[in-house]
């Protein structure tokens, strides 16, 4: 049987997480490569030019939940 005597410590919520501004770029970094596949299978004829459209799209979305996820102070609370 186990007793529920944790001493493990609780977050300080009143202090400032710390600054993770870098992350968002970096998401946004992880989506070049798919906008350079959609350049590559446009400029190719695989697929027509509206697909860079939901490639952007995609980006734009990103962006805006990860502004959202931040309270949209840009990652400081």
Request: hydrophobic share 50%.
């Amino acid at each position: 049987m186990s007793t529920h005597d944790d001493h493990r410590p609780t977050p300080d919520l009143s202090k400032p997480p710390d600054s993770h501004g870098g992350h968002g770029w970096m998401m946004l970094a992880c989506c070049i490569p798919m906008i350079a596949i959609a350049v590559a299978l446009v400029a190719t004829g695989v697929v027509g030019v509206g697909f860079l459209l939901v490639a952007f799209t995609c980006v734009a979305l990103m962006a805006l939940m990860m502004r959202a996820m931040s309270g949209g102070d840009g990652g400081h609370h």
